[in-house]
Each structure stands twice: as C-alpha cells, then as structure tokens.
C-alpha cells in the first residue's frame, strides 16, 4: 500500500538502523526533479533519512546499485528489487552478511506514459494517493484508478512483496491473481514466423543503441560488457538492423533463467520499446522446461548453472 | 546483376555450414569420418573447441551475421563429457537458444545442435549430409546477414570465403 504512514516507518527505520550502525548505508528513494519522479537515494546519516520517500513513483530497481558495494547496504525493496537481490546473492556477487532487506508493500508502479494519456503531466504539481486510486493536482484534480495507469511489469506481477526480507515495513501487500502472465508471448507465438521477424527488424530499426536497457538492469553488472568488446569484437557497432537485433538477442539471453521481470529495460527505454518481450518469452521457457523461477531463494542453483540427466533435447538433431 | 547471371548464381549456390565441434568426441568423430573414407557434402567449415559447453551464443549468430547459411554445434552424447557435465549445461543453453530464435523468427533448418561421439564417424556423414540437405532446401540465407556495400563487406567476404 502507498501510504504516508509507510514512508515515516522508512525514514524511522533508516535512522535507527544507521544510528545503531546496523548499516553503512542505506538505499532507497528520494524526491525527483519533478513531482511524478523519484530518484535513487544514497542515505549514508540519520539526518539525511527525512529524504527517503516512498510512492507509486518509486519505479527504479534499486538492485543495480548493490554492485562492487564494500559497506553494509540496507536495500529499500519492492518485490522485484528484492528478487534481483535474490538473483546477486544466488551469483555470488554480494555477501548476505552485508545486506539487509527492508521489505516494503509494493502496490505497482505507476507508468508515467499511461498516465500522459488521460492527464498533461506536465502541469502536475502535485500527486496523493486515495485508496485505489491516484489523484493528480493541475488546474482541476483528477482522479485516476491506480489499476489502469501500472507498469505493464506490475500488471503480470503477482510477487508485490519481497520473498526474502529481513525487516518488513508495514504490512504485506495482497499479491494479486494474475490469471496468465504468459499470455502476451502466447499470443506472440502464435503468429507466424515471418510476422515475428517483421516485429523484430522493426524492433531493431526503433533501437538507438543507447544501452539504457543494460544499465538499468540489475542483472547487467559485468564490468566489461560483451557488447563494449573491441578484441574481439563481436557486436557491430552499426546502426545496422542485424547488428541491433543480434544486441537484443544477446542481452534477453544473458538474462535467460535469472530475469524477475521488474520491467526496468522497458522503463528505461527512451523509444518506448517492449523489450519484455523476449525477456518473458525466456522465463516461460525456463519455467516450462526447468520448472525454475528466479529470485525466490538464494540457496538455490540459477537454471543454468545445474542441470538434470534428463533435461529435455528437442533441439538436438538425431542422425 | 542480370538475370541470367543470378539464375546461375543460384543453381550453382553451394551453402556455407559452420561447424563447431568438440574437440573430444565429435571432432574425433569427424576425423574417424575422414580416416574411414565415409563421404559427405564438403559444406562444412569446422571449428574445432573443446567442449559444447565452450559454446557461446553469439558465435552463432556472429557466423550467421557474416554470411553463412547455417551452423552446426556437436559435442559429446549426455554422460560422455570428457569434462564430465559440460555438455549437460550446454543442453539447457542449446534448448533455451532454439526456442529463443525461433521467437525472433528466424526459420528453423539454420541451427542445428547434436550429438556425434568419436566412435561415429558414419552417423557424422549422415548427419552432415542430413544438415546440407535442410539447408539446401532453405536456400541461401538472408535474416541476420549483415550486408553492407564497399570495403568492411568485402572483408567479412573474404573473411568467410577465406
């Protein structure tokens, strides 16, 4: 739930947790540029803990910046934030010793494109919420239902609270029944293959290469991207559409097995790409063939660093 | 390009097949293949690596994306790895990989993956001339290549010719 009283518990909570020096640092949300957005906020002092907020704007996944971290993090954590955290415990990136999660009651995030459809964002000075629904000042008020304006991520999303939690805040979100959260890359699949191509050239051809996707993700933390490789080098760096949808290949396969869906890429996307897409098209195989959902419990083996005897082999050719 | 000269471009097409094979069964399966004077199709371009496991994705794109019209990846038969369960990780990459480009599109009949063991230097020809066959009646391929005009084309022509 979105709540005022949420984010006092998280501004309390922040300074005890700092004060008593159960944490170095503390990583959540703060105020935007403008009143719909938010920004990462790095809280290091008790004083500085009135900065962390806590609302339907709080879109990014906080999980990227646990990366190379030396001090102890507490992590501000919706469901997805803390099933990349999940993700980086199973990999061996970060210590559990040195991170502390602070569970939170996610509702959805609001996707500031749906919203510009029905409102000038703007000319929004101000935003609350009420209940169910997100009212929004500019000259008049206006009240839209939280429901209609979700990130397509939250609208497939049926794990709002954090799986694996060492403080939680408030109480428990409802996880909602999704009924298919597959059913837009079923839909896909039944077209043809000449039909998906086109898609995916015209994919390609929107892309600007600008790599935001990469950056936002929480799974991408090599130092040197594959992608940034000059010897040798094996992405093109041509606008060329071939070169662009070998990189979108490739990084929806890096994330195969290990994506949670916090649908950070899209958000990030400055050409409104899908790139879910592919990136759900993987987890349902990886669901269908290994019965493996990432982010749910740090102890396990990722999907592909295990396997069984008897793993299926559809694709291999027998002669 | 005149007419003519593209028909008998194409009834002389002979397909480019990339081959990556593991250096401790279906290479040596290849090469028992060769010592026993089992003939098939001269398609293939091998890579030797030393295990299915070795196999990263974007070497196959990367051959498609330069002009080859298909790419064949081989190791060891599950519980034959000589490094003891690479090839069982490369399965899951391979299965995961197939189905992901067929979502994109690309036709089937470009990527294939199997098993060849160094004892079976026989089902090597079968398979190889299985592959051409496909490959052959797909034709030369077009998604993915990377056509550009002038000089950075010309090399990678070289580079898959040579």
């Known amino acids: ?319 | 390009m005149s007419v003519e000269k593209k028909k008998s471009q194409q009834q002389s097409w002979e397909p480019k097949i990339v081959a990556f094979l593991c250096n401790w069964c279906s290479y040596a399966g290849a090469d028992l293949a060769g010592i026993s004077r089992i003939q098939y199709p001269p398609n293939v371009r091998v890579i030797r690596v030393p295990c299915s496991g070795r196999i990263n994705p974007v070497f196959i794109l990367k051959a498609l994306q330069s002009g080859t019209d298909a790419v064949l990846v081989s190791g060891c038969h599950p519980g034959d790895c000589h490094y003891v369960s690479g090839n069982y990780y490369a399965r899951r990459k391979f299965e995961i990989f197939d189905h992901l480009l067929d979502f994109v599109g690309l036709e089937k009949g470009r990527v294939f993956f199997s098993w060849v063991s160094a004892a079976e230097g026989e089902n090597f020809g079968h398979l190889i001339k299985h592959v051409v066959d496909e490959v052959k009646k797909l034709g030369p391929a077009h998604k993915l290549v990377k056509t550009i005009e002038g000089p950075v084309a010309n090399c990678q022509q070289t580079m898959v010719e040579g």
Request: charged fraction near 30%; hydrophobic fraction near 35%; include cysteine.
């Open chain 1, 1 to 319: 739930m979105w709540s005022k009283e949420i984010t006092q518990k998280i501004r309390a909570t922040a300074e005890s947790l700092l004060l008593e020096g159960k944490v170095d640092l503390i990583i959540g949300y703060e105020a935007g540029s403008t009143p719909l957005r938010t920004a990462p906020s790095f809280v290091r002092s008790a004083e500085q803990a009135s900065l962390l907020v806590w609302n339907p704007f709080c879109e990014n996944n906080l999980s990227v910046y646990l990366e190379g971290r030396k001090e102890k993090v507490g992590l501000m954590a919706k469901g997805c934030d803390a099933r990349a955290a999940v993700v980086a415990l199973q990999e061996k990136r970060i210590d559990r010793d040195r991170l502390l999660i602070i569970g939170l009651p996610c509702s959805g995030v609001v996707d500031r494109q749906k919203l510009a459809a029905s409102v000038n964002i703007d000319a929004v000075k101000a935003f609350s919420v009420d209940k169910d629904s997100l009212v929004l000042q500019t000259e008049e008020e206006v009240r839209l239902p939280l429901e209609d304006v979700l990130h397509a991520s939250c609208k497939t999303c049926s794990r709002r609270n954090a799986p694996v939690s060492d403080i939680f805040i408030g109480e428990k979100s409802s996880e909602p029944q999704v009924k298919d959260e597959f059913a837009e890359v079923k839909s896909f699949e039944g077209l043809g293959t000449q039909e998906r191509w086109r898609y995916f050239r015209e994919l390609a051809q929107k892309c600007i290469r600008c790599y935001a996707c990469r950056n936002a993700c929480p799974l991408c933390y090599c130092q040197e991207c594959i992608v940034d490789q000059t010897q040798p080098q094996w992405f093109g760096k041509t606008a060329a559409e071939e070169d662009t949808l070998i990189y979108h290949i490739i990084r929806a396969y890096h994330c195969a097995g290990r994506c949670i869906d916090c649908g950070a890429c899209s958000r990030a996307c400055p050409m409104g790409i899908d790139l879910r897409l592919l990136n759900k098209k993987l987890q349902k195989d990886v669901q269908e063939l290994y019965h493996y959902i990432p982010g749910l419990n740090p102890d396990e083996a990722p999907a592909f660093g295990t396997f069984k005897l008897d793993d299926p082999q559809d694709c291999i050719t027998e002669k």
